[in-house]
């Protein structure tokens, strides 16, 4: 089937195979492998990025269902060469250990910061239910979002 | 040495990259004609393969080549680096043949033009099983009438394996009280957010054989795989890329490894491997498995005279590289931070047709130390004595070390009442002792959980390690000044590309952007062993140590006979060699460096170049140690746990980055919250996985997991020149205990003296609908 989408404003137009997911789309026909696979079952959220600006898994996703679509994946955030302030806040505040979670925590914190711009401890555990992480225990990840919405604001 | 850097809070130079999705993991590297395979593996835990028909999946489109156990018999076994004495060792085939031993257990590789066409083609390949008997549960595996899982030994017993220390039977008749209890140490997945996966590409010009692969081990993987290949080890080269967490389960060489090589060079065609997340649960090692009894002699005063540990080791179909050897740690621990002359274990290592367990962050310490810490509690319970007073009795004092333990180690340093006595003020433990008395009136249900934990970490002296313990590494000032740091250790989210460029960086007085450190391609970097048993920052740290003493040594001699002085004349600080009695005479680092390269006015017989390499042999391990308090609130009518309060207090000895120890314990502590509270590998009785996905097995989430209050006392190591003692497993082995405990003592108006792990809500629930005492 020919597709055409948007990713981080760049247009790929491709002929996929009706089952191909989005997640498989965007690491190898758009060759942007900063999303990540971790589970394929929509549990670990490692693939997790913004489609017309809302946060969904990319792995249980069919490439089709984003045609004419918006997408943003963690390598469209950053500007100028300038990590986005979330990306800051990750790194200053030790919120990433062996990193492979990390773009989809970062994308998943886009859309909750989008939503609630000034969310509590508990508004950002909530916020992050979809997203797993092995290394960190969370504390940093959750320091880290607070710090992103305080420099956003 | 000037404290720039080490000791503070520096962001990680790993970072950005990582946060904004550039870093390359195994999947992200694309190489032309690249082809993917794919496994059928096992559905059986234990069946006789009739038959397999791949003809259907031959002739698909893309497909290149379908392998089978028969095309693989060239390739040697998958290797156990283990050596117990008598230990039964079971041919482990990269591909099954004749017979299956676990649900997940290979049997077919397809090669295929596509992932998606090696989906297709691996479905359409057919086996024909007759199905066997599983051995599932470990005592099952031990009776005498149980099935085999390998047909060539008599019995399902692997080994057996004791150590003894003291006068453990003394002990117990000298005992006021003898206390038993079965413990539980339930198999747990490592789950590393990233599964494993390998490219094999053969360059048959080269002769050249490059593996990537997500591994903790790239060296001592180079030297199995060449083993099982039969290749020269130096027309090997492993890399492992940004590797996604590994927690242990990438300690290990697993047959995917050798095999991919074996078809690449057959195919002569790089082809690729990613794990889906379901073989990581069914095929990928698992951790703890044990089930055991212990048993405690004490005095009345709370004093342990002597523990007794007899367990059964569920160590699964194969044994992997270190599987045999990880119950052995927890016999070396076994008396915890403890004064307790006499001790016994008796391990029983059996077959049961599961997935191999092997090393899982901790490793055979976090049982021990949860079966000592839970045993305190129990010995509290008994004389009605508060858990710290008998931790108190019993704690090795700070005048003791390095205190010779019953288990036969040497205790390097420690002051383990100050922890202690941290924890017990920042969580203000009389106040919540008080509160707790106050609720159970209220029918609320309180409890707060001590441990007292120490740890052995830096493995370590190579004697006591099956593939050397030393680490390595190679430091070299290149001719513009730039440092470059090779380490044989294998960083995936440690952080040593930063702590090791802290340790430099002061050490050389120079900026720590100067500093490069490289790591996991045995193509760049020497023979190295590895990451692992918290020895990376300890013994690989000390490595980089080594090696520069050896440059800063060699640049004395240059820097004199540039200077015109002698040898003795010369200091160093802040990056200068100048000399004593008059510092405005002196050269940069950079300048030497420079001229140890262009080497036109070298010292006589003065090797040309600033490079060293250093291998560092540990001569103990270290033993990190601290409190963790933990208090719970356990709702009566839904059995919940809510963690009202965490404090971990830990010592690490010298700490070089604060900011990565707080992480390691951040992590550590919450992977114990999932053993104690959520996770449980759960096979049914026919041997399948029941939690084969996230879907089913619990991994804690954002939610689940408490604010932690973190703090610290640090004591330095005296086992090496920066005292570092080394933190990646604290958090799992201090805090399981800490967890539990609180939990049970949440319990004890209903007469619970012991609950096994995971305490699910329903296990909890049921055990509060008896009427309270």
New interface residues.
């Given amino acids: 089937m020919e597709i055409t989408l948007t990713i981080n404003d760049r247009t790929f137009k491709a002929d996929v ?1 009706p ?2 997911l989005l997640v ?1 789309f965007i ?1 190898e026909n758009a ?11 929509t ?2 959220g ?1 693939c997790t990025i913004l489609l017309d600006g809302k946060a969904v898994k990319s792995c249980t996703l069919l490439a089709v269902q984003a045609r004419g679509k918006r997408l943003t ?3 469209g ?2 500007k100028n060469g300038r ?1 986005h302030p979330i ?2 806040a ?3 505040e ?1 919120g ?8 989809g925590m ?1 994308m998943a914190a886009y859309h909750l910061l989008q939503e609630n711009p000034n969310p509590s ?2 508004q ?3 916020g ?2 979809g ?12 320091k880290a979002i607070q710090s992103a919405a305080a420099k956003l604001a | 040495m000037a404290q720039k850097y080490l000791g503070q809070a520096i ?2 130079t ?3 990259k ?8 195994v ?2 590297i ?1 190489l032309p004609d690249l082809h993917n395979v794919c496994f059928v593996r096992s559905i059986h835990a234990h069946a006789r393969i009739r038959g397999v028909d791949t003809s259907l999946a031959a002739a698909l489109p893309g497909v290149v080549k379908v392998f089978t156990g028969e095309d693989c018999r060239g390739i040697g076994s998958i290797p156990c680096a283990s050596s117990l004495q008598g230990l039964k060792v079971p041919h482990h085939p990269v591909l099954a043949r004749n017979k299956v031993r676990y649900v997940g257990e290979p049997i077919v590789a397809v090669v295929a033009d596509s ?2 066409r090696a989906r297709d083609a691996a479905e359409a390949v057919s086996v024909d099983y007759e199905p066997l008997p599983a051995v599932v549960d470990p005592e099952q595996a031990a009776a005498p009438n149980s099935t085999f899982v390998h047909e060539e030994f008599s019995d399902n017993v692997a080994y057996v394996w004791s150590l003894v220390g003291g006068d453990v039977d003394q002990a117990f008749k000298d005992a006021d009280r003898v206390i038993k209890q079965r413990m539980i140490h339930q198999r747990l997945v490592p ?5 494993r996966g390998v490219i094999a590409r053969f360059l048959p010009g080269e002769k050249e054989l490059t593996l990537w692969s997500s591994t903790q081990i790239p060296h001592l993987m180079r030297t199995q795989v060449a083993i099982m290949l039969g290749l020269f080890e130096n027309r090997v080269r492993v890399i492992a890329p ?4 590994g ?1 242990g389960s990438k300690l290990n060489v697993y047959g995917e490894e050798a095999l991919l090589g074996f078809i690449s060079m057959q195919l002569q065609k790089p082809v690729k491997w ?1 794990e ?2 379901r073989e990581n649960f069914t095929a990928t090692i698992q951790g703890r498995g044990q089930v055991g009894d212990v048993e405690i002699a004490v005095k009345s005063d709370g004093r342990v005279l002597g523990i007794r540990y007899t367990v059964l080791a569920d160590l699964g179909a194969y044994l992997q590289l270190l599987t045999p050897a990880i119950p052995t740690l927890t016999g070396l621990m076994l008396t915890g931070a403890y004064r307790i002359p006499n001790v016994r274990m008796d391990v029983t290592g059996v077959f049961t047709n599961k997935v191999a367990t092997d090393a899982y962050r901790g490793a055979g310490r976090p049982e021990a130390t949860y079966i000592i810490e839970r045993a305190m509690d129990l010995a509290a319970l008994e004389f009605d004595l508060d858990p710290v007073d008998v931790r108190r009795v019993n704690l090795v004092s700070k005048r003791e070390f390095p205190y010779a333990t019953a288990t036969g180690l040497s205790y390097d340093s420690g002051n383990y009442e100050a922890p202690l006595k941290k924890a017990l003020k920042i969580s203000q433990y009389p106040r919540w002792r008080r509160h707790q008395v106050k609720e159970r009136k209220k029918g609320r249900y309180v409890g707060v959980g001590v441990s007292t934990y120490v740890e052995i970490c830096a493995l370590g002296p190579s004697p006591a390690m099956p593939a050397g313990g030393w680490e390595s590494a190679t430091v070299r000032i290149e001719p513009t000044g730039k440092i470059t740091i090779l380490t044989g250790v294998s960083p ?4 040593q590309e930063t702590s090791f460029a802290q340790i430099a960086a002061d050490m050389l007085g120079v900026a720590l952007e100067d500093v490069l450190v490289l790591h996991g391609d045995t193509g760049v970097v020497q023979y190295g062993i590895g990451t692992f048993g918290s020895r990376a920052t300890a013994v690989g740290g000390t490595a980089v140590y080594g090696a520069i003493q050896k440059i800063l040594k060699k640049g004395m001699l240059l820097a004199a006979h540039l200077l015109g002085v002698s040898r003795r004349e010369v200091q160093f600080r802040d990056g200068k060699f100048f000399l004593k009695n008059d510092p405005t005479k002196s050269i940069s680092l950079q300048d030497l460096a420079l001229a140890s390269y262009t080497a036109r006015k070298l010292p006589p017989d003065f090797e040309p170049g600033l490079a060293a390499i250093y291998f560092y042999e540990p001569t103990n391990f270290t033993f990190p140690f601290g409190t963790h308090v933990c208090v719970v609130e356990v709702a009566r009518e839904t059995g919940t746990i809510k963690i009202l309060q965490y404090v971990a207090v830990d010592d690490c000895g010298t700490i070089v980055n604060p ?2 120890v ?2 390691q314990i ?6 114990a919250l999932g053993q104690a509270f959520m996770e449980e590998a759960v096979y049914d009785e026919i041997g399948q996985l029941i939690t084969g ?3 089913d097995y619990a ?5 689940d ?1 408490p ?2 209050q973190l703090d610290r006392t640090e004591t330095p190591s005296p086992v090496n020149p920066l005292g570092i003692k080394g933190v990646g497993e604290a ?1 799992t082995i201090g805090a399981t205990p800490a967890l539990v405990n609180a939990v049970v003592d949440a319990l004890r108006p209903f007469g619970v003296r012991h609950v096994d792990m995971p305490l699910r809500p329903e296990k909890i629930w049921k055990l509060m609908q008896k009427e309270t005492s």
């Fill in positions: 195979e089952r191909l498989h690491r060759c942007l492998t900063g999303t990540h696979i971790g589970c394929e079952t549990t670990c490692a994946t963690v390598e955030l950053m990590l990306q800051e990750f790194w200053e030790h990433l250990q062996c990193g492979y979670c990390t773009p970062i401890d508990e950002i555990r909530r992050l239910e997203n797993l992480c092995r290394c960190t225990g969370y504390q940093n990840i959750v | 962001k990680r790993e970072d950005p990582l946060v904004s999705g550039l870093g390359h993991f999947d992200d694309k992932l998606y789950a590393a957010m990233e599964p940004e590797v996604g967490g927690f990613i889906t997340r995936h989210g440690q952080g900011l990565l707080e992480g951040h992590g550590g502590v919450v992977q996905e996230f879907t991994i804690p989430r954002a939610g997991v604010w932690m958090g």
